[in-house]
């Protein structure tokens, strides 16, 4: 809750501040019309997935369900050839249904699965490397058949949605390498805010900047004048300072 208290302070500045940081008061209105976008996005993706996966599972399950009643039956058949031929024609109808149904399944979690890929490159690197198990059990073709792959398929893509959601929802402080503009590797601390902003610094608070996501993965900047805010923040998260307001710039898209 601290960390919370502490990031607020980047909302909590008066428009002055906004300017002196990012250099147009216009320009804090557009990242923060592009962060409600985002916000909107997600929380569509979240009721639309919610809808759909129950959905799924009451087809998957009536699927299976069909199954078991069409093997009992033929497991039943008797003698006489009417009534096999009888029952063997609704077996047949039957299983032409579940396979329909099951097809509707297969393309509802193929579309999430599509999303997710396209999402992956753009998650921060600890999110990816958490949910990367799970990633690479997405399926290259979206057309993979059998009943318990759709169902192994939905599991996946809930557990993948799970893990971002809650990323999203929460900040975290991570140690991280990352690649100086010269070359050199270096150690550095970064904290991010859900799934739209971070803020790094190394334990000198020297070599320091801001990120954000980017098309192809996260885009970080240098910014050298926000060391000391950003260790002050990660003390405080750490609960190793008393919590009070620290100005962290927003990175305008």
Do not use: C
Request: hydrophobic share 40%; charged share 25%; no cysteine.
């Amino acid at each position: 809750m601290r960390i919370m208290v502490i990031l607020m302070g980047v909302l909590a500045f008066p428009a002055g501040a906004f300017a002196a940081a990012e250099g147009t008061l216009a320009g804090a209105r557009q990242w923060v019309t592009e962060w409600v976008r985002t916000q909107e996005l997600l929380s569509r993706t979240r009721t639309e997935w919610e809808r759909d996966s129950e959905l799924l599972r009451q087809t998957a399950g009536l699927y299976e369900r069909e199954l078991r009643s069409i093997e009992e039956r033929l497991g039943g058949f008797t003698t006489n050839t009417t009534q096999i031929d009888r029952d063997l024609a609704e077996a047949r109808a039957e299983l032409e249904l579940g396979e329909k149904a099951l097809g509707v399944a297969r393309d509802r979690v193929g579309r999430y699965e599509a999303r997710l890929r396209e999402w992956a490159p753009r998650l921060p690197a600890p999110l990816r490397s958490q949910i990367d198990p799970l990633v690479r059990r997405i399926p290259a073709e979206a057309a993979a058949s059998g009943r318990a792959g759709v169902m192994e398929r939905l599991q996946n893509v809930v557990g993948i949605l799970h893990e971002i959601d809650k990323f999203n929802a929460a900040v975290t402080v991570v140690s991280e390498v990352q690649r100086r503009p010269e070359g050199a590797e270096v150690q550095v601390e970064t904290v991010y805010l859900g799934l739209g902003q971070a803020w790094f610094t190394d334990r000198s608070g020297r070599y320091s900047g801001v990120g954000r996501p980017g098309p192809d993965g996260w885009v970080w900047e240098v910014r050298p004048e926000v060391g000391p805010a950003v260790r002050r923040a990660i003390a405080m998260y750490r609960d190793e300072a008393p919590p009070t307001f620290v100005g962290l710039p927003v990175q305008l898209p």
